[in-house]
């Protein structure tokens, strides 16, 4: 469970930069004050379905942490963790809609659906991308896909699909240019009504999932744990951090998106483009 841990520090580190670019409270002060804080909440509000919504973020980063390997070695011993770190994003999907619908306010629920078209949109390019990476490889397991990297990464002979996972990944935690579910012009989307507590587990979350989706980049397109001098679990912490604080940065350097637009976008440029990228990917393999 070691893995587990240091990315748990890495989120940490990653809320800790986010604070300092946004010159607000670091995030040890920012989570006490809202330990404390009074619950609220809307007339008629299912407090069942929003305390789940607002859990399950958090155990959905936890459980896709579970397959990150450091060093070769991972939580989770299984042949298939591209397919379980997938399966987890769809729990964020479900978390954030619930969240949204949970507490009986029209601008949290328009922020759930928010989240629910950007994942119909992020989604197929995203999983084009995995798959790119495992066909090279010809396995699901991000060990062997990190371990098949020895001569040239991935990242540098396939820079369409590199870039297409870093888009889906910001996608995947609603966050920067694709934080449209916490919109500020709908007062905060789906995390409007969630306080005290509730808010803070919410948005670890968030901080847990850009922090997985950063490390599982490193055995996909950035060769694992190789490298000189260092050992490979802490080269594979390096290159999960260069990555986390590139996609932290990116959070207030573009525009929020809308919707509609990165739909179209994502259907009619990401989508070609990573196909075009799986097929040449395939044609050097059988080669």
Do not use: C
């Amino acid at each position: 469970m070691v893995e587990v841990v240091v990315l748990g520090l890495l989120a940490v580190a990653a809320a800790s930069l986010d604070a300092v670019l946004a010159g607000g409270p670091g995030p040890v002060r920012e989570a006490a004050r809202l330990l404390v804080a009074e619950r609220r909440a809307a007339p008629s509000a299912d407090r069942l379905l929003t305390r789940a919504g607002a859990i399950s973020l958090p155990v959905a980063a936890a459980l896709a942490a579970l397959v990150v390997p450091f060093g070769g070695h991972a939580a989770l011993d299984t042949r298939v963790g591209v397919v379980w770190f997938n399966a987890m994003e769809v729990v964020v999907w479900a978390s954030v809609w619930l969240a949204g619908w949970g507490v009986n306010s029209a601008y949290a629920l328009v922020g759930g659906y928010r989240m629910v078209a950007q994942g119909l949109a992020y989604e197929l390019p995203h999983m084009f991308a995995l798959i790119t990476a495992a066909l090279a490889a010809h396995s699901l397991d991000l060990r062997a896909i990190g371990a098949a990297q020895g001569g040239l990464w991935f990242g540098v002979w396939m820079p369409v699909a590199f870039a297409v996972y870093l888009v889906s990944a910001l996608a995947m935690a609603f966050w920067g240019p694709f934080g449209a579910p916490l919109g500020a012009e709908i007062a905060g989307g789906a995390a409007a009504e969630l306080s005290g507590p509730d808010r803070l587990v919410f948005l670890a979350g968030r901080y847990g999932l850009l922090t997985v989706a950063s490390a599982v980049a490193v055995p996909l397109f950035l060769g694992g744990g190789a490298g000189p001098l260092l050992p490979a679990w802490l080269w594979s912490a390096v290159k999960a951090g260069a990555v986390l604080a590139l996609l932290v940065w990116a959070r207030r350097r573009w525009p929020v998106l809308r919707m509609d637009r990165f739909m179209q976008v994502a259907w009619t440029v990401l989508i070609p483009a990573v196909l075009l990228q799986m097929l040449v990917v395939a044609i050097v393999v059988v080669d």
